[in-house]
């Protein structure tokens, strides 16, 4: 049988993890990803991934790689675990379980929407699921982001369907634009954009100020979105986009929440794929805390001012595990890991640029390997393997974990 087709696939070319793929393989190599957009079918690509396996620099056993693995973390006096993308999490639950027994600091690309998940541990976060956006919203306003760009499907899927019972208003704020074909455009300094937000939140709260005559157009805005029967706000979550900055982040948050009194509103937060919300998810469930988790202690505390990036410029960690590919690590967390005790377990890991001692190439995670990740809502969603691929990553973490002794979580 030369052709084969899988249904129901799920796409973690971003955070919108489409699960309606239809995947075709032929003679070995991937040839259609039907359904999937242009980002998704560059994620799929043709299957096709090394399957090296390294160990300073040279070819290697797979039972020498997990070996040499296993001896660095053990003799290390303070490790990091850091998760990265195209994993599951199943995988990802074993990357904790190894932080938790070698008592490292475990950390993840969770971490790159830290200034949206403190503020909503401040404040309280008023979200929804996507489809629920879809069914309800009658009003849905996309801060400062055009989904087409980096999610090109979200507008199909969960927003583009009842335009005549939806009406979309796209805020611009100096470059990061709302969607083209908003049916209202509202334009806003970059510098006064805490600021207008602080102004609509007041305006939903019933106050009257004299500062609200310089943000005419912020006012009405939220005063139109007062009478929706649901809102939605959707904004980027990325740190490529301003969604980085905390007061900005927690400028949407708040506002959120004040529109829960006067009318119904929830704030969905873009995020980018490879199952990064999973090692949120995943973390949180293990530890009750969702990046930045140090096991230094004993037990899991939460650092989220001395993450990877801290630490790791700080000089503290002398040795690394990262699950995932070394592809979607932050620059700044690829550059730290230079130099140190670094064994990778993932998608492509021979390709890393630091220099790991241990590389291990693994299938990605809903290409090569079943499992489960989840969308950006947080909604978790089955993956299905259309071609056999390198070792599983789930395996050789699995592997990993067992030889530094018993599991720790259960």
Known sequence: ????????????????????????????????ANNACALGAAWFGDGMVPA???????????????????????????????????????????????????HAAVDSLAATAAAAVLAAQRRGRATATLGEIRRQADLVVFWAVDPSERYPRFTARYTGERRASRAVI????????????????????????????AIMRAIVAGRDLDAAERFE???????????ARYAAIVAD?????????????????????????????????????????????????????????????????YRPARGARVLLAGGEIDAALVVGSPATLP???????????????????????????????TGVAGIHECGTAFRMDDVPLPL???????????NVVRTIRERLGARTHE
């Not at 129901?8 to 032929?26: E, N, P, Q, S």
């Not at 529109?259 to 929830?266: F, S, V």
């Open 1 to 32: 049988m030369t052709e084969r087709a899988t249904e129901h696939v799920t796409c973690l070319g971003c955070g919108c993890a489409c699960d309606d793929i239809g995947v075709v393989v032929k003679h070995g190599r991937i040839t259609q």
């Open 384 to 394: 299905r393997a259309s071609l056999p691929g390198p070792p599983a990553a789930l």
């Open 331 to 361: 620059e700044d967390v690829a550059e730290g890991l230079g130099g140190k005790s670094v064994a990778v377990v993932g998608p492509r890991a021979s390709a890393a640029t630091f220099g790991p001692g241990v590389a291990i190439d």
């Open 170 to 197: 796209g805020v611009d704020v100096g470059p990061s634009r709302g969607p083209r074909d908003s049916d209202l455009r509202v334009t806003i300094a970059p510098d006064d954009e805490v600021d207008a937000l």
């Open 52 to 102: 090296e396996i390294r160990v300073d620099g040279q070819a290697a056993t797979l039972e020498k790689a997990i070996h040499k693995a296993a001896t660095l973390l053990v003799r290390a006096k303070r490790p990091l675990v850091y998760i990265a993308g195209d994993v599951s999490c199943e995988a990802q639950r074993e990357a904790v379980a190894i932080g938790d027994r070698l």
């Open 237 to 301: 979550g990325e740190p490529s986009s301003a969604a980085a900055d905390p007061d900005r982040a927690e400028a949407l948050v708040a506002l959120a929440q004040a529109l829960n009194g006067p009318t119904r509103c929830a704030l969905a937060t873009l995020r980018a794929g490879g199952n990064r919300s999973g090692a949120d998810a995943v973390l949180t469930w293990q530890t009750g805390f969702p990046f930045a988790v140090d096991f230094a202690g004993g037990t899991p505390a």
């Open 217 to 227: 157009s912020a006012v009405d805005l939220a005063r139109r979105m007062m009478r």
